[in-house]
């Protein structure tokens, strides 16, 4: 094991020296302990090379070590593009680079970085458009060295889900602001969410020196994680990314395989920052790091970065880097400041007290390779003459550590997202945020605040002002001061010879962003998309401060006018499978519900909801069904259809926004009569369908299909928001229950319940509506045919729904009524060739191919998509849907099995089944336009065999009505 070349305790929060573990990386075997990370187990055995760079394949290692980076992308088995510094490692792992030709030492794709100078930023743009055809002869190449990692083909799914949240506050960020924040809000009573995306508490204060004796972190982190785990009201989500904002503070948290929905009613962002590197030559050596994250490898993961370092800084971070890189055993040769003068006299003094030696004024203005590019060997350090220019000599330091630190970026993505702007600020030369929405506050070192006092008391400050829109606290704020200022105003110092670094993800140079404003795009999204500048996987984190200062000169503009690039989620890389892993999936019950149970229904979902198919066991599905259906059509049956949709419109303006919604004409509909509606959309295609009720001459009661209601009240909620017509739209399907009581006694059984509504033919006639009690219950009566027999819809208040089903079945025991499931009812309503929304119709079927013209008003003024149905009904019709029959027993096709017209597809199945009351197998078919006329033939696609169906006249059954208007 590695123990040996481990820092001693406390070094190494993360990891447990008492579960060493071992993996292998390129085929060699390595160690670490449980906690290390993939880079960081690496780095403890001495192995940097890790990835090669997408474009030029220069080697390279860890920037940030917290997966801000992507010079850490590795391939763990079949999963490409693993992030190896927020990877943990884990035992038998096997674990190769990327994006290499031949080994990962020995790249043998190196050679393109001799040839940057043919691969000018945009080349491709340019490269292949002329001569005509070029391309083709490219393409094949590009696409060989395009992309990276390796997909795994024969991946099997895993189970992801997902999961609801919601909270009173949610803190983004567990630092010394997030840590704090939450404290506040909970102990004022407020129920505080805690989210943190690293592995344990304290954000900063895991790994950043804020004193010059290295314990104040420490000291304050113990006490406020102390505080915040031991509090009832604060949740703590570590090893959770806060992925997005989206309006309301709707929030996806990723933990693992699940996505967390958040709610939440107040948010807090105390997110932090990213440190910013320096551009000169050679910048991206392995050896190279940020100083947070060398002190991160160092108190994390206690792991020596090096033996010899140099701390490259604009800052005092870097004096504090120097400090603990000695404190750990690490030589440091110099510390190069980039200002001409340092503000903490006392650090400084610290400082050279301990043997570093200080150059002021100065950078590094190259990084020497060791031999391949594999590590860094030393620098060569020049005196700052102006605004990134350096004198013609300097000296050079032999290191096998470099340690940088420019100043730092807001994490302003979350922010931006919820329409905060950023502004550059020239004193300080950092963007600073405002313009936080309502119901959001920031907090640390994201607002700008840089001291650790400062921050502290600025996460009790943003706590306070959500507490104050919870009403729970009228505390005043307490004042926060903070003269920090970690932000050098141009570490950019390009060399002639190139590869000084803006965008480590897509080898951008300095001068390929200068090139592309010269080029025209001046404005910093044009130079994105031209020059891919974060682009890649790190979306601008460490290449957005120093492309808009690039952009800003070039152009001669301000920071603030040329600004960043527009963040957008999600704010790290996500997989597929938590956006597609388990929905959320709620099962709805009708008032019924148990009723079915009793009686011994097969349960089958209908959208939300569970309804009974059919009364029996499965094993004999096809006897119930036709059991059942013949007991309808010969007696009367029951139903529960609770689960239609339900839309109220009330109001002067009913009729109208009836009339504009549905294809048919409802202005002149009478009172007390129902009517077909089919609904359209703007594409002219038939979306759903029902019934609806005139109850009055300013209120309707309309019903939709189940899977479908929710999307009726979406799309009449979306149209009245343009109209503004004077009427209220209630979704009204949870607050009525109901059933359909159909067959030829279903009149007298309905009679011995109802004295108070004459349900005589003449007084109750097909299609009517009336409002009555049944069995002592307020009750709506529609007089409706769906099944084709005699039938009554009677919708009741749900808290009734089961006393009326007792009730019908009490007074049918006489007539021997019987329960009958939405499958028979599927069978019944083919048998009367009525189409089911969604089953029966496409994303292009429209009223035409649906035989529904007869429920189209050509005459009105409007429709929603009545310009569009106009359109395709003056285009050649290409298929409709049709009848047909086969003998009884041929091969019964299922929905979905194809119907070709020669050796070409005509369309599909919607429905078949077998009919009883016909005697054959009949179905609903798309057919081409020359089969649609009864009497054609039909080919039909059954388990490779084509069969002939006849195409007939619907319906199949009654087609005189005589039944149902009985």
Not at 70 to 88: C, H, I, K, Y
Not at 408 to 415: C, D, R, S
Not at 532 to 559: E, F, I, N, Y
Not at 807 to 836: C, N, S, Y
Request: with cysteine; proline share 5%; aromatic share 8%.
């Amino acid at each position: 094991m590695n123990s040996e070349k481990r820092l001693n305790a406390p070094a190494g929060l993360l990891i447990d020296r008492e579960k060493p573990l071992s993996f292998s990386f390129e085929g060699q075997q390595y160690s670490g302990f449980e906690g290390d990370s993939i880079a960081s187990a690496l780095l403890s055995n001495q192995q940097w090379l890790m990835s090669r760079s997408f474009k030029y394949h220069r080697p390279r290692a860890p920037l940030t070590m917290a997966g801000q980076d992507a010079n850490t992308l590795v391939q763990l088995g079949g999963e490409p593009n693993v992030l190896a510094d927020r990877q943990m490692a884990a035992e038998g792992m096997r674990i190769e680079g990327q994006n290499y030709k031949g080994t990962l030492e020995g790249d043998k794709d190196a050679y393109l970085g001799n040839f940057g100078r043919f691969m000018p930023v945009g080349f491709y743009y340019r490269s292949f458009f002329k001569p005509m055809g070029v391309w083709d002869k490219w393409e094949g190449y590009i696409r060989k060295k395009a992309g990276l990692g390796k997909i795994d083909l024969d991946f099997k799914p895993e189970y992801y889900d997902k999961k609801y949240l919601f909270t009173d506050v949610v803190v983004i960020g567990s630092g010394p602001a997030g840590l704090s924040a939450a404290l506040k809000a909970a102990d004022a009573g407020a129920q505080v969410l805690l989210v943190e995306e690293m592995p344990l508490l304290g954000g900063a204060l895991t790994y950043n020196r804020f004193d010059i004796e290295g314990v104040q972190a420490d000291s304050l982190r113990h006490e406020l994680i102390e505080k915040v785990t031991a509090h009832a009201k604060i949740e703590v989500m570590t090893d959770t990314v806060c992925n997005a904002w989206f309006t309301d503070n709707y929030l996806p948290l990723i933990k693992g395989k699940r996505l967390y929905k958040l709610r939440a009613k107040e948010c807090i962002v105390a997110s932090g920052a990213y440190e910013q590197h320096v551009v000169f030559r050679n910048n991206d050596l392995p050896g190279i790091m940020l100083c947070s994250a060398v002190t991160r490898l160092m108190k994390l993961y206690a792991v020596k970065p090096g033996s010899k370092a140099v701390v490259l800084t604009g800052n005092d971070d870097g004096y504090l880097t120097a400090l603990e890189l000695l404190d750990n055993g690490v030589e440091v040769s110099a510390i190069v400041d980039l200002r001409p003068q340092h503000p903490w006299p006392e650090l400084l003094g610290m400082v050279k007290q301990k043997g570093i030696k200080v150059i002021q004024n100065s950078t590094v203005y190259e990084a020497i390779p060791s031999k391949g590019n594999k590590h860094i060997c030393g620098v060569d350090i020049r005196t700052i003459v102006a605004e990134g220019e350096v004198s013609a000599a300097g000296s050079t330091l032999d290191c096998d550590l470099l340690c940088m630190s420019a100043g730092y970026m807001p994490a302003y993505q979350l922010l931006c997202q919820a329409g905060a702007q950023l502004s550059y600020k020239d004193e300080l030369a950092e963007f600073q945020l405002s313009g936080i929405p309502q119901g959001v506050h920031i907090a640390g070192s994201v607002n700008g605040l840089h001291t650790l006092d400062a921050v502290v008391t600025d996460g009790a400050n943003a706590a306070l002002r959500a507490l104050r829109n919870l009403e729970l606290s009228d505390e005043a704020e307490q004042p926060v001061s903070c003269q920090a200022k970690p932000n050098f105003s141009w570490p950019i110092f390009s060399h002639p010879k190139g590869k000084d670094f803006v965008d480590y993800d897509e080898d951008l140079q300095a001068k390929d962003i200068v090139n592309a404003t010269r080029l025209g795009y001046r404005d910093v999204q044009l130079v994105k998309r031209f020059s891919t500048v974060g682009m890649g996987p790190s979306q601008g984190r460490h290449s957005a401060l120093p492309t808009a200062r690039l952009v800003a000169k070039s152009t001669d503009r301000t920071v603030t006018q040329t600004g960043v690039t527009t963040a957008r989620p999600p704010f790290a890389p996500e997989k597929l499978a938590h956006v597609a892993g388990r929905i959320f999936d709620p099962r709805r019950h009708t008032a019924m519900h148990h009723r079915h149970l009793e009686l011994g229904a097969k349960m089958i979902a209908a959208g939300n909801w569970r309804r009974p198919a059919y009364y029996g066991d499965a094993a004999q599905r096809d006897r119930w069904i036709r059991e059942e259906a013949e007991h309808v059509r010969a007696k009367v049956g029951l139903i529960d259809v609770s689960t239609l949709g339900g839309i109220e419109l009330r109001g002067p303006d009913a009729a109208e926004f009836m009339n504009r919604i549905y294809t048919f004409v409802f202005l002149k509909q009478p009172v007390g009569r129902t009517r077909y509606a089919v609904l359209t959309n703007e594409h002219g295609v038939v979306i759903d369908d029902g019934v609806a009720c005139r109850i009055a001459e300013d209120h309707f009661y309309v019903t939709a299909t189940t899977s479908g209601v929710d999307r009726v009240y979406r799309e009449m909620t979306k149209w009245n928001a343009q109209w503004r017509l004077d009427v209220d739209i209630l979704h009204v399907t949870s607050a009525f229950a109901a059933v359909n009581l159909a067959g030829p006694d279903s009149r007298k059984v309905l009679e011995q319940l109802v004295s108070d509504v004459d349900l005589s033919p003449e007084g109750f006639p097909y299609l009517a509506y009336r409002e009555g009690k049944v069995a002592d219950i307020p009750a709506r009566l529609l007089r409706v045919g769906f099944v084709g027999e005699l039938g009554y819809e009677i919708h009741v208040p749900a808290r009734y729904g089961e006393a009326l089903w007792d009730a019908l079945m009490a007074a049918g025991k006489a007539f021997d009524i019987k329960p009958f499931g939405v499958e028979t009812q599927r069978l019944l309503r083919l048998e009367k060739g009525h189409v089911i929304v969604s089953q029966d119709t496409d994303g292009m079927s429209h009223p035409g191919e649906l035989d529904m013209t007869w429920a189209v008003n050509r005459k009105k003024p409007f429709f929603i998509g009545c310009r569009s149905v106009d359109i395709v009904m003056a285009q050649p019709q290409t298929r409709k849907l049709v009848g047909f029959t086969l003998p009884t027993g041929s091969t019964k096709p299922e929905e979905g099995h194809l119907v070709l017209k020669g050796d070409r597809i005509a369309g599909n199945v919607t429905s078949c089944e077998y009919s009883s009351a016909r005697q054959a197998i009949i179905g609903l078919a798309y057919a081409d336009i020359t089969d649609s006329e009864p009497g054609s033939k039909i080919s039909i696609r059954v388990d490779g065999v084509e069969i002939i169906a006849d195409v007939v006249t619907l319906p199949f059954y009654d087609p005189e009505n005589l039944r149902q208007e009985m």
